[in-house]
């Protein structure tokens, strides 16, 4: 049960990364948009008719900063991903063939993953000095948006960080199964005396 709950845990993470990765909504004015890998503008009051694009690879994005926001942002997803598919062959393997099938997520990956993504969250705003940016934002810089406030797609990576590095402190505590063993109780000392089953 408890490696099924850590398993739609990673799951869960792994799909917001991947939706807030996607959405053009990190920085927004009345007419454009734009995300870590695509981008939307649509016509003054009608919302409803955008036209996107997409970053195709790393030389399309405009900045510098940005492409390494860009890059540890994947690995963070990537490493998130990986995670999750561990959870779940765990969860999903028959008891006993499995060692670590309870403990609940490696915490090394998992935070290795929170790290990676934090890192990038912090470094995409220094895209906001590029030229791109500038263009959509009008007298955007470095960790200002200009006339750009902050979308749905930024709000949302940030909480998936966020939720990304408190999972490895919520781990199960370590379980181990105890040997049967018979008990004696002494009258005399009024304690227990543990001794190995013995087989007759």
Known sequence: ???????????????????SLVSPAWFQTTTFSFGVLTYCS?????????SCGTFQSLDDIPDFAWKVSAAMLL??????AFNAILLLSWALAPKGRCPRR????????QAAAAIATIMGLLVFPIGLASPFAKEACVASSMYH??????GWGYVTAIFNAGLASLLPMMRRPHVTEVQRRTIFFSSDTDSIILVPETTT
Request: with cysteine.
């Open 1 to 19: 049960m408890v490696g099924s709950v850590w398993a739609a845990l990673g799951l869960s993470l792994t799909c917001v990364s991947a939706v």
């Open 42 to 50: 649509w016509p003054q009051g009608d919302s409803w008719n955008q």
């Open 75 to 80: 690995g963070g997803w990537l490493l998130l």
């Open 102 to 109: 309870s403990s609940g997520p490696m915490p090394g990956v």
């Open 145 to 150: 948006g200009g006339q750009c406030q902050l």
